[in-house]
């Protein structure tokens, strides 16, 4: 893997072993890797609307959830999901 920054992108890191189940830094690995694809959403001002307020997504854990108020909304939310975990190597499982 490695990582990318807006202007670079580092050498290759080898990954030779994962973070165990209920390591501590699971959470944060699991907020550093998802923050550009919970953003995203946001910046196209999707989302569930209610009031003045917007949710986009909710996360928890392995967990996802993203919102929005309409058909097309979601269509596009699904289409960056897509997109992010192509470029990123996650997985989704739906049916979960």
Same mark, same amino acid.
């Given at each position: 893997?490695?990582?990318?920054?807006?202007?670079?992108? !580092?050498?290759?890191?080898?990954?030779?072993?994962?973070?165990?189940?209920?390591?501590?830094?699971?959470?944060?690995?699991?907020?550093?890797?998802? #923050?550009?694809?919970?953003?995203?959403?946001?910046?196209?001002?999707?989302?569930?609307?209610? +009031?003045?307020?917007? @949710?986009?997504?909710?996360?928890?854990? #392995?967990?996802? @959830?993203?919102?929005?108020?309409?058909?097309?909304?979601?269509?596009? !939310?699904?289409?960056?999901? +897509?997109?992010?975990?192509?470029?990123?190597?996650?997985?989704?499982?739906?049916?979960?």
């Amino acid at each position: 893997t490695c990582i990318t920054t807006k202007d670079k992108k !580092n050498t290759p890191i080898s990954i030779l072993r994962g973070v165990n189940q209920g390591h501590p830094l699971s959470p944060l690995l699991f907020n550093l890797t998802l #923050d550009p694809l919970l953003s995203r959403p946001e910046k196209k001002g999707e989302g569930y609307q209610h +009031e003045r307020f917007t @949710v986009t997504a909710m996360a928890f854990a #392995d967990d996802l @959830v993203l919102l929005s108020n309409t058909w097309e909304g979601m269509t596009r !939310n699904i289409k960056i999901l +897509e997109k992010f975990c192509n470029r990123t190597g996650l997985r989704t499982q739906g049916e979960k």
